[in-house]
């Protein structure tokens, strides 16, 4: 058996170290999969497309700003009349369309956001104030009834409640 042969500054001519003892070149490779930053990135991406997605879909930020003011403020209505029925008091829940905020029960307190137009239907007798919407529950669960009516620009939403049942609904208004 021949010794491999050294080549000069102790290495083996296309191999490893020059102690008897043959290596083959180390071979660099990439493991497979992706980096944290890129995965990151991939998903930030996800999220953002689908934001964009629900606003395209839903009819843009300005109807979802609608949106959730209607139903704020028709969960303030139900809490009113389930106020008004576990006291079994009448109940006011108020609204100022020019200073754009409304009241219920137990100090809760809104605000509307400016970009909303905002009207206001309802029993006149029951306003403290001109230009004032007041909804009165009563402890059977019945009201004044009355509407709230949100929009800005193509999107309108109404908040209805029925002077009977008290029942209070969201539903997109009709142009």
């Known amino acids: 058996m021949s010794q491999p042969r050294c080549g000069g500054g102790g290495q083996f001519v296309g ?6 003892i043959v290596r083959a070149p180390a071979v660099r490779s990439r493991g497979a999969g992706f980096s944290l930053l890129e995965v990151l990135a991939v998903v930030a991406l996800i999220a953002i497309a689908g934001v964009l997605a629900v606003a395209i879909i839903g009819g843009g930020m300005e109807r979802m700003q ?17 106020h008004a029925l576990a006291t079994g008091q009448p109940q006011r829940f108020s609204i100022d369309p020019s200073a754009r905020t409304w009241q219920a029960p137990r100090d809760r307190r809104g605000r509307i956001p400016d970009r909303l137009e905002v009207a206001f239907t309802g029993a006149r007798e029951m306003q403290e104030r ?23 620009g193509d999107a309108r939403w109404d908040v209805d ?10 539903h997109r208004g009709a142009r």
């Open 15 to 20: 191999a490893g170290r020059c102690d008897g």
């Open 66 to 82: 609608v949106r959730s003011a209607a139903r704020d403020i028709a969960a303030n209505l139900r809490f009113t009349r389930a």
């Open 130 to 152: 001109p230009g004032e919407g007041v909804i009165v529950f009563f402890d059977d669960g019945a009201s004044t009834g009355g509407r709230v009516r949100l929009e800005a």
């Open 161 to 170: 409640v029925a002077w009977l049942t008290g029942e209070v609904r969201v």
